[in-house]
């Protein structure tokens, strides 16, 4: 049987699409391999959002090239947004690639490797899925891991002017939300605990089947208002058995009052939003073309901080954007500081073809971007250490969702505030997937420990006779991930 390796660039979108390539891939006859060397089909799913991902992309590119020159027969694919982006032009500047296909086209991934072993030559296929979208499933992947990905729509019609993703993934389309919630009450009843939406403005969703009632605290006469929070509701209604459900990345703009309204009334919400920002300067968010202010930021996050008081809000920033003064990057810090984030992605600006900010001039030093950055990310550090000392003592309910280093008598998750939580002291215990409760002993840099609950413990022993197996055995293989960004906007 013919056999394919994919190793994944960038963000979870890019994950949960490489996910979708294992299924087509599986379901076309091909077998995973661990190791690219022995595979027959190399896929390089990429990221087009930040530079260094197409230097990464060009480089494996490079090392894979002298493989292919002692394996002529082996076929090297290029997907996701690179692809999309660049086209023939990879071709071009990698002879070595046989096929460039974007997004929308892993459905015909298989046929088009077919045509490549007929003797066809390299091939690219790039053609948004515009009037007929189509949202592929990888339930066989997602089937005995704790977590899981579910798209509910894609592309972006922001339209932000340092962003490529309206190129690279076309404009909004939305997944009819009968097929969100059948998928997501699947991967419940195969044993998947939290279920994470997936979209470029995730919470910009409307159903196409219009099948959804308006949402309390909904606006007809709001132009931000979208019918998120009712998809939301309808999963929460339709699938109990789902123990939490999160989203990313929301646009600012469409956390409305339905939404907040939701967060609070929810249990199945876990209490983390991961809220964009970009700037606090409101110069450089209207160069952006960001389509909100900070004021309008702040009183947003403030009224989700009312109504859920122990929510953690986490974000993206970028520094060094064309025109950026030291009185706008100062504007940053303070509303860093301000919100209080307990998790922060930072980036350096760098120009990205086809989007509106290439023909402003980049002037910010490339060393006064590095500086900016450091006193970014050591701003974020100090809030987040803070909130991890504070949390030392404490009561948590972690999800657990694999092994630690440590091996079988040490495990880690995450909390609903999106915690990292390494659990230690487990001896004799498989907790993978299970919802524990851990009392914090420790603060580390980046994370918690923690220690097992004397009642969980008692409880988790009881259990593990009847553990299900898939779940027990980890299920979903480990996708090579090459981290990019968490593909905000």
Known sequence: MPRYAITTFGCQMNVH??????????????????????ADVVVLNTCSVREKAEQKLLSEVGRLAKLKRE????????????????????????????????????????????????GAPPLVRTVFDIEEPRFLTALSVA???????????????????????????????????????????????AGVR???????????????????????????????????????????TEVPDLKRLRYTSPHPRHLTPSLIQAHAELSVLARHVHLPVQSGSDRILKRMIRRY??????????????????????????????????????????????????GLFGFKYSVRPYTPARKLPDDVPEAVKSERLARLFEASEELLG??????????????????????????????????????????????????VDVSIVRANKHSLQG????????????????????????GRRSLPVLPVSPGGH
């Not at 190129?167 to 009968?178: C, I, V």
């Not at 064309?322 to 209080?340: K, M």
Request: aromatic share 4%.
């Open 451 to 474: 220690e097992l609950t004397e009642a969980a413990r008692a409880a988790a022993r009881s259990l593990a006779p009847a553990a299900p197996k898939a779940r027990a055995a980890g």
């Open 386 to 435: 803070a909130h991890l000392r504070g949390l030392v003592g404490s009561g948590q309910r972690v999800l657990v969702e694999a092994e630690g280093k440590e091996g079988g008598a040490s495990f880690s998750g995450r909390t609903e505030r999106n915690e990292i939580v390494h659990i230690h002291g487990a001896e004799g215990l498989d907790l993978r997937g299970e919802i």
């Open 194 to 236: 939290e279920v994470t939406l997936l979209g470029q403005t995730v919470n910009s969703y409307n159903d196409p089947q219009k099948a959804l009632p308006r949402a309390p605290g909904a606006s007809a006469d709001d132009p931000d208002e979208s019918e998120f929070a009712a998809l939301l509701r309808r999963i929460a």
């Open 293 to 342: 202010t900070r004021a309008e930021y702040v009183t947003r996050t403030a009224a989700l901080v009312r109504a859920v008081p122990d929510v953690a809000l986490s974000t993206d920033i970028i520094v060094g954007f064309p025109g950026e003064t030291d009185d706008d990057f100062a504007a940053t810090l303070s509303l860093v500081r301000e919100i209080g984030y307990k």
């Open 143 to 189: 089937a005995g891991s704790p977590t899981a990905y579910v798209t509910i729509m894609k592309g972006c019609d922001e339209r932000c002017s340092f962003c490529i993703v309206p190129y690279t993934r076309g404009p909004e389309r939305y997944r009819p939300s009968d097929e969100i919630v059948a998928e997501i009450a699947a991967l419940a009843a």
């Open 17 to 38: 699409d490489s996910e979708r390539m294992h299924e087509v891939l599986r379901g076309a006859g091909y077998v995973e391999s661990d190791d690219p060397r022995a």
């Open 71 to 118: 394996r002529p027969e082996l076929v090297l694919v290029v997907a996701g947004c690179v692809a999309q982006q660049e086209g023939e032009k990879l071709l071009t500047r990698a002879p070595s690639i046989d096929l460039v296909v974007g997004p929308d086209n892993i459905p015909e991934l298989p046929r088009l490797v077919d045509e490549l072993s007929l």
